[in-house]
């Protein structure tokens, strides 16, 4: 049996930063992917051709770029963020790119997804931000597939308590790590 824990969106609601704060972000992301290419991460994870992703806390969209390029066309990607800059960053990014398999859907912790529709979750580094991270592995969990995937990376978060947090609740079971990125099952 595992914990599914109640979400007090009074006490426990994520807040989206100050539009300063994203646009400072954003720029920020734009360095880093020139030294860490985002399909460059892509390529440690499960996802392959025609897969259904969801990148959770998609930010300005440096990863849900490379994962819809990854799926290709009969793929689809999710791309899901609390700030509403974020979304209409994704957006563009994807039109100027002429990209048409991305979603974007603005929510801090509901999907309004089906159950079990994605074959892989990204949860990249955004769980440090988390006000109830319980919540949110429930949510993934809920609408993963049977036996699906969920990747994550956050250098926020010592190594060794990586595993020890996401399999917590008994919903993940760690499967391998490639380099930073660490890669669990959906039980």
């Given at each position: 049996m595992f914990f599914i824990p109640k979400?007090?969106?009074k006490t426990e609601k994520d807040?989206?930063?100050?539009?300063?704060?994203?646009?400072?972000?954003?720029?920020?992301?734009?360095?880093?992917?020139?030294?860490?290419?985002?399909?460059?991460?892509i390529k440690k994870t499960k996802i392959k051709q025609g897969d259904v992703v969801l990148d959770y806390?998609?930010?300005?969209?440096?990863?849900?770029?490379?994962?819809?390029?990854?799926v290709g066309s009969t793929g689809k990607v999710y791309a899901v963020?609390?700030?509403?800059?974020?979304i209409n960053e994704v957006k563009k990014r994807a039109?100027?790119?002429?990209?048409?398999n991305i979603e974007t859907i603005l929510t801090d912790c509901n999907t309004k997804l089906e159950d079990r529709v994605v074959d892989v979750v990204l949860l990249l580094d955004i769980y440090?931000?988390?006000?109830?991270?319980?919540?949110?592995?429930t949510e993934l969990h809920r609408i993963l597939k049977e036996n699906?995937?969920?990747?994550?990376?956050?250098?926020?978060?010592?190594?060794?308590?990586?595993i020890t947090k996401i399999e917590s609740n008994g919903l993940f079971k760690f499967i391998e790590r490639k380099d930073e990125v660490f890669i669990f099952m959906k039980i």
């Open positions: 979400f007090n969106e807040k989206p930063m100050s539009k300063a704060a994203f646009k400072f972000m954003a720029r920020h992301f734009k360095n880093r992917d020139k030294k860490y290419p985002p399909p460059d991460k806390g998609c930010g300005p969209g440096s990863y849900t770029i490379a994962a819809a390029e990854a963020d609390i700030h509403p800059l974020a039109n100027e790119r002429g990209i048409r440090h931000d988390l006000s109830n991270p319980e919540s949110i592995l699906s995937w969920l990747i994550f990376d956050d250098h926020h978060i010592k190594e060794d308590e990586i």
